[in-house]
């Protein structure tokens, strides 16, 4: 079946401009992760939403970042007044059906390069 | 949650088994050891996870020591498409607001 699809796959963009990233996860998933990699390191989380919870926006880096989740499926990730810092690979993942244990699955990622 | 140690980088011959070991002295009895991977420009891929008792499936097997403060991944016949970042973190029932460590980068050689 289909898995995690993230567009774009790739985003330059000038600083100060906003930028959207939008996360199509696995249908029926509840929970929807999205992490930020910059290179060579390992995934910084951003934020988690699950079912109709308030989300856990404790990850996110400033109030230029924000997230939302319409209708528990789709999510779209806003960048505002982009600085060069937020250049990183955007990841979003999704896990569901019912074990409290279930692996994450993820997106390719959205890579965004501010210049 | 608990944090991980691994290992940079490590090589492995094509053919042989490679040993990714993981230490994790912090985990608490309710944390479960995961093991992803991720090839370049991908995103993570799900290997393998366990709670105390040693997990095997298709992929890989996973080790768990007795006192659970480390773990070793076991890929048993590694392939040249084995090469990636592997990365061991430690969960509470898939609550992933971790911060990942930076993984070991594994090299399969011909």
């Known amino acids: 079946g289909a898995g995690v699809s993230q567009s774009p796959s790739n985003k330059v963009t000038e600083k100060g401009k906003d930028v959207e990233l939008r996360c199509d996860p696995i249908?029926?998933?509840?929970?929807l992760y999205w992490y930020r990699q910059s290179l060579g390191q390992g995934l910084e989380f951003l934020i988690y939403?699950?079912?109709?919870?308030?989300?856990?926006k404790s990850g996110l880096p400033s109030d230029r970042f924000s997230a939302e989740r319409t209708g528990g499926s789709v999510s779209t990730l806003t960048i505002q007044r982009t600085q060069q810092e937020d250049s990183a690979v955007y990841l979003c993942?999704?896990?569901?059906?019912?074990?409290?244990?279930?692996?994450?699955?993820f997106g390719n990622g959205t890579r965004l390069t501010v210049t | 949650d608990a944090k991980t140690t691994q290992p940079p980088s490590m090589d492995c011959a094509e053919g042989r088994a490679a040993n990714l070991p993981c230490n994790h002295s912090?985990?608490?009895?309710?944390?479960?050891v995961y093991w992803y991977r991720q090839i370049h420009s991908q995103g993570p891929q799900y290997i393998i996870h366990?709670?105390?008792?040693?997990e095997t499936n298709e992929m890989a097997s996973l080790i768990i020591t007795e006192d659970r403060k480390s773990s070793t991944l076991i890929l048993p016949h590694a392939t040249l498409r084995d090469t990636a970042v592997y990365y061991c973190?430690?969960?509470?029932?898939?609550?992933?607001?971790?911060?990942w460590g930076a993984g070991t980068k594994l090299i399969i050689k011909p």
């Open positions: 993942a999704s896990y569901g059906g019912g074990r409290g244990n279930s692996p994450l699955h």
């Open positions: 249908s029926g998933h509840t929970a």
């Open positions: 939403f699950q079912g109709n919870s308030a989300p856990d």
């Open positions: 912090t985990i608490s009895g309710n944390e479960y």
């Open positions: 366990g709670l105390k008792n040693n």
């Open positions: 973190i430690v969960s509470q029932r898939s609550n992933y607001q971790l911060i």
